[in-house]
Every structure is written in C-alpha cells, then in structure tokens.
C-alpha cells in the first residue's frame, strides 16, 4: 500500500487527458469531507463539510476544508456535487459559495432542502439541480451517475465520475443494511453493473473499516426503544444528530405507542425535522407534536423531548440541561436516551454530559448499555463485499482517522487487490489516475480554517496555542512607568493575575526583583522599552515557573514618562 511520505514536493503540471484528485479534507480525520477532481483543467468538487472542534481548539466554533487550492481556479469549478445531508459533507457550503456563488449545486431533494435552508441563514441563492439515483448528468469533462446508497440520513446517494482518464467511484457515506426503515437499500446490481464497466479508482467510506462483520439493522433500534419508553414513568428526553430522521421517525412512533407528546428541542432539530416532514421523508402521527414551551404544562410521563447534543456540543440542548442552564430542567427520575454513537475525539464530552444527567437523578441510556444506536457506515464485511463486487483496479480509503483508512486498504488487499494499488493518503496530498494506474504524485498546503465567531480563516495556530495557555496557565500583567532621561522606576511595578490560584499578596513578592531588574538595566544604558519589558518578561516568568511551577502567559507594558 502506498503511503504518502511527510516530504512530498509540489504536483507537477497535469498532463492532458490525466484524473488528478486532491482531498482537502476528511482523510485523517472524522469530518471536513471534500475531494477536488480536475481533468483539461476543469474542477469538479465532491462534498464540502465540517468539521467540529476539539478541546485543545477552545473558542472555535467550526473547521473547514482549505479552498486556498482552488480558490484562484473557482471559474473552473463545473459543480459542487453532494452525496448527503449531514453537516460533515455540507456544512462548509455557505463558505465556498461566499467565494463563488453561482457554482453549481448537485444533490438530492433531502439534500438540497438541508443546503438550502442554510444558505438562507448566510442570504446566498444557490443554483441547484436535484439528481435521484440512476440518473447521469454531464458537468462538463465530467459525467455523473448517481447510485442509492443506505446511511442514517434519507437520500443518501454515491456518485460514479466518468472521465476520459477513467471512472472513479465515491461512495460518501454508507452502509449495507438490507432492511432499512425507509426501504432503500445501497443499490448493489449498480455496483455489480459498475464493476463490469470497470471502476478505475474507488474512493471508499473508512469510518468502520476496523470493525468485523455487519452492521446491525436499523429496525433492531425500533424494539429497545419500546422498552425504554415503557419502563419509563416520567419524562423521556432522547438525543441524536439533529439530522437523523430515521431515528426521529423510530422516537415519534415509540411515543405515539405509549401516549406521549413530542417536542424538538434544538434549532437545528425544528428546521431539519420541518423539512423533513414536508418533503415526506417523516411520517408525523397526527397530533403527536407540541412546542418545546409548553411541555411543563402536560404530566411528565406524557412528554418526550427530543433533542440535539448527543455529541457533548457545550452549547447544545443536552449540555444545557445537564449544567442546569436550560429551560428544560431534567429531574430524579427523567429518562435520557443518547441515541448515537461517539465520534472519536468527543467521548470527554458525551461522559461529562452524562455525569452531569446522571448527578441531576436522570436515568440515562446509551450505546454501551442499550442498543439504541446503530452506525451509518459499512463494517468490514459491508466493505469486503463491496470490494468482490466492483473488483476495482485502485482503491483509495476516504472518510476516516489514520488507523480507520489503514484499516480499509488491508480489507482491500485481503479481497484481492494488489498492495501497490491501495492508495493511502492524507489531505493535501494529490494523486493522478493515467492508464488505470492511481499513484501519489506530490502534495498542496492544507491546513486547518477555522470559524471563530464572525472570523474566517482568520485565527491561527499560534493563536490557538495562546488560548490554551490562558486556559490552562493563566494571565499576569506587569506594569511600569520609567524615566526616559535616567531610566529609574517612577510608578510601579504593579502586577496582577488572572487564572493563577495565588493571591495578589504572593504576586506581590516579585516586585522588588522586578524593580532591582529593571534598575540595574537601565545603569547599564538599557532604556528600550522593548528590552525593559523583555526583563520583566524574564523575570516573571523564572519567578512563576520556580514558585508557581506554571507558565502563564505574560505581558509587560514598560511606559516612559
């Protein structure tokens, strides 16, 4: 399998009739999906999503994908093609068509429905052309042939890219199950009809590449549900994505069931659930929802809250609830359903969450004590059929960490392809497909942007690791007027802290050394102000490090007078 080494040079110039694909994102990590295809300098770009925030990120809001690729060639750009609804495939959308607004946008009605309700929110009309499963559309160089694929979000579709290079095949997200709750299954004769065709490159989901056999079928979820409403005697509150319809649909029919109420919870949740419903992807039994205002007024064992935040967002319903600071109160004796499973990276979170229901009395169910979740995302099993049935000549694992796209190119290899047409990159790095061959040809900058409040790309590591500082070792300021002629101390110094467990009186100890540092500089012909707050600098910093043992940030303001 060939890995991309951490010292790849610059592309070459693509030559005429030669597939070049670039991933800006989700290759290395849960998120960010986007994959950038050029042939005859033409772009086609496949998904473009989010990413959500870490702990070590603090004060970012979202992650998207690098456009500063493409962001000089966006004339090129044929069409956005989406595969699906979820926020890590079309969350960073209003961010491209902010750069270029009439690009294309292809996807499903589901799809489209959810794009375009958040484009509304940044006032961007898009162009769209919505596309059902065995429909081919030409964009271009590029001709598209969409195939129905099962995920847990309505509509989910891959897409086939024919090329004069070749075709290559992006699954997007999907999984296997055979008896999906809305009937549509992952349209395998397509598959088959594709492999006999011959699929040149097949760009693969990873999530659940490390786990064996299949995933459960989504109707297994339906009956646990049952359970846990009927062992329920006050008010239920049940957590998913805010785009998972199935599981809404399986929440609205367990309730109906047992004779309660349901209210969304979440701004998410209502518009993604309207548009649902309206579009007829969810069925709502009449009657059975109630606003979230006026839950109080009904008995609690006649209410089901169905909310967002089953990821530990801190700002979404559920962690409101579990620190007190929500409207909804959860009390002794509440049943909480987390109704999803853990993205890497946020388990922290989702078990402080949990903490905090569970110290509030709630009774709380998840995915490791209650089957009331099944994955979106094909299993190794699911793969390794996939793989019998396309026998395809290059295979490049998209949609995961490291370890899950390793995972994958080995199922790969097992089934028969050959180890040197397992292609493993990362995001940036760039690989051409030429006479059926896919190979790692060199590397494009691509780092993280991060959203921060209004900013865009404007916040930068550095900063972020200022951040961490603050939050982590705290804040000292250090004060002093000084003569210009002399240099003598005529005011000050004064210290103060923000974030460090020492009082002032400790703080204050420092001051004569800083006094006598400054003093001593200034006998030695030191009157920059620069230099004298680089000594105060020092100085504090070696008096926080050895009494403190922190490393707080500093900052020194030496002023003349």
Not at 247 to 268: E, M, P, T, Y
Not at 384 to 413: D, Q, S
């Amino acid at each position: 399998m060939s890995h991309p080494h951490p010292e790849l040079a610059s592309p070459p110039p693509l030559e005429p009739g030669t597939l070049r694909i670039v991933p800006l994102g989700g290759l290395g990590e849960i998120g960010r999906n986007m994959n950038v295809l050029e042939i005859d300098g033409r772009l086609l770009v496949v998904d473009c999503g989010v990413l959500f925030p870490e702990d070590h990120q603090p004060g970012v809001d979202l992650i998207l994908p690098d456009f500063d690729y493409i962001k000089d060639r966006l004339d090129d750009v044929e069409a956005l093609v989406l595969t699906h609804g979820h926020e890590d495939h079309i969350g960073a959308v209003p961010y491209l068509l902010r750069l270029r607004p009439d690009i294309p946008v292809i996807g499903s009605q589901l799809t489209l429905a959810f794009v375009e309700a958040k484009l509304k929110e940044h006032r961007i009309k898009p162009y769209t052309l919505t596309v059902t499963e065995g429909q081919v559309e030409r964009f271009g160089a590029f001709e598209c042939e969409f195939v129905s694929v099962t995920h847990s979000i309505p509509d989910a579709l891959a897409v086939a890219v024919r090329t004069g290079a070749g075709m290559v095949l992006i699954t997007g997200d999907f999984k296997m199950d055979q008896l999906p709750l809305d009937g549509r299954i992952t349209d395998l004769r397509a598959f088959a009809r594709l492999g006999e065709e011959g699929v040149d490159l097949f760009m693969v989901d990873s999530t659940n590449a490390e786990v064996p056999g299949f995933v459960t079928p989504e109707r297994e979820i339906g009956p646990v549900l049952d359970s846990v409403f009927a062992g329920a005697s006050q008010r239920i509150i049940v957590a998913s994505f805010a785009s998972h319809v199935h599981r809404v649909q399986q929440v609205l029919d367990a309730a109906a069931l047992h004779g309660r109420k349901v209210a969304l919870v979440g701004r998410s949740m209502v518009r993604n659930m309207g548009i649902a419903a309206e579009l007829g992807y969810l069925d709502v039994p009449e009657g059975i929802l109630v606003d979230a205002r006026k839950v109080d007024a009904l008995p609690p064992d006649e209410v089901v809250l169905m909310s967002t935040g089953s990821q530990g967002e801190p700002m979404a319903a559920l962690a409101r609830m579990s620190n007190g600071d929500h409207p909804v109160k959860v009390g002794h004796g509440d049943t909480v359903v987390l109704a999803s499973s853990l993205i890497p990276g946020n388990e922290n979170a989702v078990y402080r969450v949990i903490n905090g229901l569970m110290r509030l009395g709630a009774h709380v169910v998840h995915q490791g004590n209650a089957r009331v979740h099944v994955s979106g995302h094909a299993a190794a099993g699911e793969l390794t059929y996939c793989y019998n049935i396309l026998r395809p000549r290059n295979v490049m694992p998209i949609h995961g960490e490291v370890r899950h796209l390793v995972a994958n190119g080995a199922v790969a290899v097992r089934t028969g392809v050959p180890p040197e047409r397992v292609v493993l990159a990362e995001d940036g790095v760039v690989i051409d497909l030429r006479d059926g061959e896919a190979n790692i040809v060199g590397a494009v900058p691509c780092g993280y942007v991060y959203v921060d409040g209004s900013s865009v790309g404007g916040l930068t590591d550095a900063e972020l690791k200022d951040r961490r500082i603050l939050g982590e070792e705290g804040f000292v300021s250090v004060f002093a007027v000084v003569d210009s002629a002399t240099g003598k101390v005529i005011a000050g110094p004064q210290i103060h802290a923000r974030g460090v467990a020492e009082d002032d009186s400790v703080l204050e100890t420092i001051i004569p050394e800083i006094t006598k540092a400054l003093e001593e500089a200034a006998a030695g012909g030191a009157f920059d102000t620069q230099q004298l707050q680089q000594i105060m600098r020092r100085v504090v910093g070696r008096w926080a490090s050895n009494r403190l043992r922190r490393r707080p940030m500093i900052i020194p303001v030496v002023v003349e007078a």
